[in-house]
């Protein structure tokens, strides 16, 4: 693996630790598909955050921001047939697996126009159509599950794999590495994420986790890496190899993703675990919008005029967004009987 230069980064990132870097560009078209997705991604969750302060949306909310590029970078390498299962914040998740900004937005203010109908809310996301199999409250539910996909990818034998993404916090629990167990005795196609935002909520990886995330599996045989999740040219790299050799028979793999967000664990944070100077080094210097359009300008030779109709797109779908999510009606009271047994 390649050493990234990680004189920009700030101490709660391990320095000098190995990270899968970006190598090679990618066509002028991909960078602005990846511009625009993540850009989607930051605007919805800016829009949510002002949503959630208005009190148009209950209970918990977790944003994205700042981590766009995790997901932005796998779902690109992606194939129709793989299946998706996260944890709570996962809004930024749904939008790149295609489910519209306002089923996302109105699925937060609890409407019927949901994804999920008004039921599932900001942390209980999910779209069978999709193959994204849920938005988990319960911290590290999801990979057990995501496991459970996995086998029935290898059952089916329908091609897929599970990528199943969870956050440093979840890489703790005993049940992940039960799951680890299974899927490299089985060798089923997963691909375990460990969105590594440095705080597992408020408390700093270096309080709560020894030794390495990535190479946890190590004691199972699972292969295992850490990647620039600030990069997105990174995480699209090896996520790609680590798709191709899963496909390919090898077994689950596990990417360690070094990311960070903004914002507060949840909206109700008051983030006084971290300084602002800390925050702001991020934002200044590893923001991963800012990084592709840099790349965008420099290499390409893209100028912002170029950019704008991007911007100005996203500005319009966030607004139609917001207003859907308060004009769709609230769900039916019958609906409280819904969706709660499959017949078979």
């Known amino acids: 693996m390649k050493k990234t230069n990680l004189k920009t980064v700030p101490e709660t990132v391990p320095m000098g630790a190995e990270l899968s870097n970006s190598a090679g560009l990618p ?12 850009l989607l991604i930051r605007r919805f969750e800016e829009k949510a955050g002002q949503l959630y302060g208005m009190g148009l949306i209950g209970g918990f909310c977790h944003l994205y921001i700042g ?18 299962i996260t944890a709570y914040r996962n809004h930024g998740h749904m939008l790149v697996c295609g489910i519209s900004a306002n089923e996302v937005m109105a699925e937060l203010t609890g409407r019927a126009g949901g994804c999920s109908r008004g039921k599932g809310g900001s942390m209980h996301m ?29 059952y089916s034998g329908d091609g897929g794999v ?8 979840a890489a703790d629990q005993g049940q992940v590495a039960e799951s680890y167990n299974m899927a490299a005795l089985w060798k089923l196609p997963i691909l375990f994420v460990i969105e590594n935002n440095q705080y597992s909520m408020g408390t700093s990886t270096k309080r709560h986790a020894a030794g390495e995330f990535y190479r946890r599996g190590e004691g199972f045989g699972i292969q295992g890496e850490r990647v620039d999740g600030m990069d997105v040219l990174a995480v699209r790299e090896a996520a790609s190899r680590a798709l191709d050799d899963i496909r390919a028979g090898a077994g689950p793999y596990i990417l360690e993703i070094i990311t960070y967000r903004y914002r507060g664990h949840s909206m109700s944070d008051p983030q006084k675990y971290r300084t602002k100077e800390e925050v702001e ?15 965008l300008m420099d290499e390409y030779g893209v100028g912002e005029e170029a950019l704008k109709p991007i911007d100005q797109e996203i500005k319009e779908i966030v607004r139609e967004a917001a207003e859907f999510s308060q004009s769709s009606p609230q769900p039916d009271p019958a609906e409280l009987w819904t969706d709660v047994l499959k017949e078979e």
């Open 126 to 154: 999910f779209s069978v159509e999709k193959n994204f199999y849920g938005g988990h409250g319960i911290v590290g539910a999801q990979i057990s599950i995501g496991t459970g996909l996995a086998f029935a990818h290898k």
């Open 281 to 295: 080094q991020y934002k200044g210097a590893r923001d991963p919008i800012e990084g592709v359009k840099k790349i």
């Open 67 to 84: 981590e766009e590029a995790v997901v932005t970078g796998i779902q690109s390498v992606q194939k129709p047939q793989d299946t998706v």
């Open 162 to 169: 599970c990528v199943a993404y969870m956050g440093d916090g």
């Open 27 to 38: 066509s002028v078209e991909e960078l602005k598909k990846f511009y625009r997705d993540m």
